[in-house]
């Protein structure tokens, strides 16, 4: 029998080991062996090969990229201080809360609103000014609609085009239709002219009291205190009062005899306190900011009882949040109850117009015994830059200090057309810098200013 060798040879793969029986021949072993499990990996071996050179490729890219932004990173840096420096002046708008960032959420609630109100008034009139609104509305709600899915739409356009239209609306609904011919004189148009003060007299408190507000009562058809005259001064720390002082005619003012005292409230926190100087006489009760709220309060000088109502608008500008200001500014001035030949106002601000004025029309039902808020309009004049205002005609004009001597009526905005003029130029002497508080009186068709204690009184002429 011929010997057998046994060859125990390992392959590259895996380790595996092959047992080989090996034959004796010709004095020589011979095996015979597959080869094919050492053969070289080629295929793995390119792939991976290739797999390095992607990896490699990759890195340098990386690489590229690393310089790259390292090179741009200062130049970023330096463009987003310049932007934040440059930002820097406006910043104090944000922290005064003169600035909020307008939403579409809030835009569309908005256009909802003035949607109703429009139906409401397009069902009672249907004329060609309530369509030809309608139709710009339906504009408006394309407009917004795409906005939801693009920035095409510059959002400041929509939203003064909302603020033109809201205004327009508003100028829609309650406009007497005799008014022009109940007072011919508003006809004419804006006022022309103002006279040098044609009354001139002090503080009944004396002149240290710088702020409050005066004037003759302003119901056009007042019975029980038709002739009578005001003062209601601000007793603490010239920003809040109690007190009501009313002379039944313009004699026994002048003479500051046979007054009557009326006390609004107990103490000057009470939430029936007046807060600023923005009373106004109207008829048989005094109207006035509430102190401490955004509400507009009526003290009956009948019942001796106070009625309020709430100013609408998101934000409403109180406790010296928005006073009137332009040279010095008048603290608690936020609010600025008025009075013309329409009826009763309220000039004041709101967070969602900006800080800039707002005029709304105040109207106190006798039967119900309530004080409701009916229109408003929103103007883009900024509040602080206006030292005071007041309402002619369903007009609101505004005022800015000029020098101690002197202010100017500089604007006017128009409730029945929404339309601005910021041309005006119309002066208005006075005797100390600050002016405290300006009233109209439809009757006397004369402005009353609260002149840091002096009281004047001025003519108007259309």
Same mark, same amino acid.
């Given at each position: ?12 793969? /895996? ?30 071996? @390119? ?18 990229? #690393? ?18 420096? =440059?930002?820097? *002046? ?14 579409? =959420? ?8 003035? +949607?109703? /109100? ?7 009139? %249907? ?35 909302? =603020? ?22 508003? !006809? ?8 040098? *003060? ?16 005066? /004037? ?6 007042? +019975? ?16 809040? /009062? ?61 019942? !001796? ?6 100013? *609408? ?27 013309? @030949? ?18 709304? =029309? ?15 309009? +929103? ?8 030292? %005071? ?5 369903? #007009? ?11 202010? @100017? ?17 119309? *002066? ?22 609260? %002149? ?11």
């Amino acid at each position: 029998m011929l010997p057998f060798l046994l060859l125990l040879l390992t392959s590259l793969k /895996g380790g595996d080991a092959q047992s080989v029986l090996g034959r004796s021949k010709d004095g020589s072993c011979h095996c015979e062996v597959n080869s094919t499990m050492w053969s070289f990996p080629v295929l793995k071996y @390119e792939a991976v090969l290739l797999q390095v050179k992607t990896c490699e490729g990759s890195l340098s890219s990386l690489q590229e990229q #690393v310089l790259l932004s390292t090179t741009r990173l200062p130049q970023i840096q330096a463009q987003v201080e310049n932007v934040t420096a =440059r930002l820097q *002046p406006f910043q104090y708008l944000r922290h005064q809360g003169l600035y909020t960032a307008l939403s579409l =959420r809030l835009l569309g609630q908005e256009l909802s609103q003035l +949607e109703i /109100g429009l139906s409401a008034v397009h069902t009672q009139l %249907n004329n060609t000014q309530t369509q030809k609104l309608s139709t710009e509305v339906g504009k408006l709600r394309k407009d917004v609609e795409k906005m939801q899915v693009s920035d095409t739409i510059n959002l400041k356009t929509v939203k003064e085009n909302l =603020r033109y239209l809201k205004n327009s609306v508003e100028s829609c609904k309650t406009i007497p239709k005799d008014f022009k011919g109940q007072h011919r004189y508003c !006809m004419k148009g804006l006022i022309t002219n103002i006279s040098e *003060p044609v009354t001139t007299s002090t503080s009944p408190y004396g002149k240290s009291y710088i702020s409050g507000s005066w /004037g003759r009562q302003a119901k056009m058809d007042a +019975e029980g205190e038709k002739d009578s005259y005001w003062v209601q001064t601000l007793l603490n720390s010239h920003i809040y /009062g109690n007190t009501l002082r009313v002379y039944q005619t313009y004699e026994d003012f002048m003479a500051s005899v046979n007054h009557k005292d009326y006390t609004l409230a107990p103490s000057f926190n009470h939430a029936d306190a007046v807060e600023g100087p923005s009373g106004v006489l109207y008829g048989e009760a005094l109207y006035y900011h509430c102190y401490g709220s955004a509400d507009v309060c009526r003290y009956d000088l009948k019942t !001796m009882s106070v009625k309020r109502a709430t100013l *609408p608008g998101t934000g409403v500008g109180i406790k010296n949040k928005f006073p009137y200001c332009y040279y010095d500014c008048r603290p608690h001035s936020d609010v600025d109850v008025e009075a013309d @030949e329409t009826g009763l106002w309220v000039i004041y601000t709101t967070l969602s117009n900006h800080g800039n004025l707002v005029v709304s =029309r105040l109207v106190w039902d006798g039967e119900a015994q309530t004080l409701t808020v009916t229109q408003t309009w +929103e103007t883009r004049l900024f509040k602080k830059a206006v030292s %005071n205002a007041f309402m002619v005609c369903g #007009v609101m004009y505004a005022t800015r200090y000029v020098n101690d001597y002197r202010e @100017e009526v500089f604007y006017a905005f128009d409730t029945a057309t929404g339309k601005e003029d910021n041309s005006l130029a119309l *002066p208005l002497e006075k005797v100390a810098k600050g002016v405290a508080s300006l009233s109209y009186n439809p009757i006397k068709r004369q402005i009353y200013m609260y %002149n840091d204690g002096y009281l004047l009184a001025y003519q108007t002429y259309f």
